[in-house]
């Protein structure tokens, strides 16, 4: 299947991690293997973002979940482990409550 760009629509979800508008993501951010470089990184772009529809907080933690979602069964337990102690750490970069 082939979209608009002439590209598979297969793998949209990459085109958007790789190349967002909204935020100028470091380069293989998503595989950095300390939790708190990741959340520092995402906090980094999208407190620098000039795109962004809604405040960085959000931004990020919206990004961080999108690349979960769309890695679906590709993840390892162990990367998505990371991924989600992510999360943890990106709540505390911006000063926001955990999750209940």
Known sequence: MVGKSGKSAK???KDVTEHSTALRL?????NF????QIAASLKRSAETSTTRKSDPYRSAM?????????A????SDDDRL???QAKVELRKVFGRAPAM
Not at 26 to 30: A, L
Not at 33 to 36: A, R, S, V, W
């Open 11 to 13: 793998r949209w979800s």
């Open 26 to 30: 470091e380069k293989g951010v998503f």
């Open 33 to 36: 293997k300390d939790p708190k």
């Open 62 to 70: 919206s990004m961080l979940t999108f690349y979960i979602n769309r």
């Open 72 to 75: 679906g069964k590709n993840l």
């Open 82 to 84: 990371r991924l989600e």
